[in-house]
């Protein structure tokens, strides 16, 4: 059976791994935030994990491996999935964590070349990453991909308050979820995208009411999900949403 589609309002807990051992996990922007938190975690549960930095001189999670990837350049990408085929000869979740973000103008005050940014880092990334990480995910049932996105990307929500590039850039993150469940999930990929809340990061700024252990939970329960369990959703706190 094939992952389903989870009903956003009344969907029980699903069912999870206890233990990740054996199973190997790449992780993008992974050296501080919530990639950090979910590489750590995701190693704590047994898992060879892949972190995803954009310079080696970054520090990584303890007992995680670091692996040199800047999402905008494709030759990244496909080295490091390269890499991790003959390091670890698996690879069993993906997390495209890796993001950016303005949240001052409207478009009409939006720069280009932030707007170029945006969505280059936080939708042709994963997008790329994908691609390039597909095959060894389909090489047996129950591999996954977990899309860290926003509420602020979600079409019944307000599409308002500035972050124009940010917004559609995640409403863009959603739509590659839907399209991974639609054209995989038949094949065993369970691809879901979560919104981890605003939190107190870098970029989510001091203001924010959560911390990185909080919005790296729900991330981290979807790379954890079993086979034929579910795909093709928009989680929140554990539970699906509304896209």
Not at 52 to 69: F, H, I, Q
Not at 74 to 91: K, M, S
Not at 137 to 148: A, F
Request: proline share 8%; net charge negative; with cysteine.
């Amino acid at each position: 059976m094939p992952p389903r589609r989870p009903t956003p309002g009344s969907e029980p807990a699903p069912a999870t791994y206890d233990s990740l051992d054996g199973q190997v996990a790449l992780v993008t922007g992974a050296n501080r935030g919530i990639g950090a938190e979910i590489a750590r975690r995701l190693a704590e549960l047994g898992a060879r994990v892949y972190a995803g930095t954009r310079s080696v001189r970054n520090e990584v999670p303890e007992n995680c491996e670091a692996v040199p990837l800047d999402v905008t350049q494709e030759g990244d990408v496909e080295a490091a999935i390269t890499q991790i085929g003959e390091t670890a000869g698996r690879l069993d979740v993906l997390v495209n964590n890796a993001g950016v973000g303005n949240f001052d103008d409207p478009l009409h005050e939006e720069q280009t070349p932030t707007i170029d940014r945006t969505f280059s880092v936080n939708l042709r990334g994963p997008t790329l990453l994908s691609k390039y990480a597909l095959p060894p995910l389909l090489e047996r049932p129950g591999g996954r991909i977990v899309n860290v996105s926003s509420g602020m990307g979600a079409i019944g929500e307000d599409q308002s308050g500035g972050a124009p590039a940010y917004r559609v850039s995640k409403t863009g993150l959603n739509g590659l979820t839907a399209y991974l469940h639609g054209e995989y999930a038949d094949q065993g990929l369970l691809a879901n995208a979560v919104c981890p809340g605003w939190v107190d990061t870098r970029m989510g700024g001091e203001e924010a009411p959560r911390a990185v252990a909080e919005g790296a939970e729900t991330p981290t329960m979807l790379a954890r999900l079993r086979p034929d369990t579910l795909g093709g959703g928009f989680w929140r706190d554990g539970r699906p949403i509304e896209w």
